[in-house]
């Protein structure tokens, strides 16, 4: 059986829109982009199966019978994209209600990372005489110095 080309062009219109909204900083956006890339999916399993009568045995002919796997797929999909959806509105109305909106923050350290890649430098770079730069700084403190052990022995 062929698919009919209505539906290949619609759930690749579902997962381009479903994957640039996950792209976004919204969590309302990544929200519509896992509802679109669920209902892609459900409707790429369903355009796999062939049309054919009732998978029950005794009332339709072995050769005849539809195949049942991508139905049971499919209602996996739509609990899977129902728990998505209901953990991302979770994410969504918490962030709404700590900071006024519900946009992703950058990470510190992530930020910390881009701009040592934008200088073209890494957190330990050699040297010449083979050393790291962080090794250079005598004011800097040595990690795990001062800290002692909390057992009496």
Known sequence: MTPNLTYVLVVGVLFAAG?????ERSLTRVLMGVILL??????LLLTGGRAGGPPIVGTTPEGAM??????????????????????????????????????????????????????????GTADDDGSTADDDDPDEPVAGAGVTAGRSG
Do not use: C, K
Not at 19 to 23: I, K
Not at 84 to 99: D, G, I, K, P, V
């Open 19 to 23: 994957v640039t909204l996950l792209l």
């Open 38 to 43: 669920g209902n892609g999916a459900n409707l």
């Open 66 to 123: 539809s195949d049942p796997l991508p139905q049971a797929m499919v209602l996996t999909a739509i609990v899977i994209t129902l728990g998505m959806t209901a953990f991302l509105l979770a994410l969504s109305y918490r962030s709404w209600h700590l900071n006024g909106h519900d946009e992703v923050q950058d990470d510190v350290e992530d930020r910390r990372i881009m701009d040592l890649a934008d200088r073209d430098e890494g957190p």
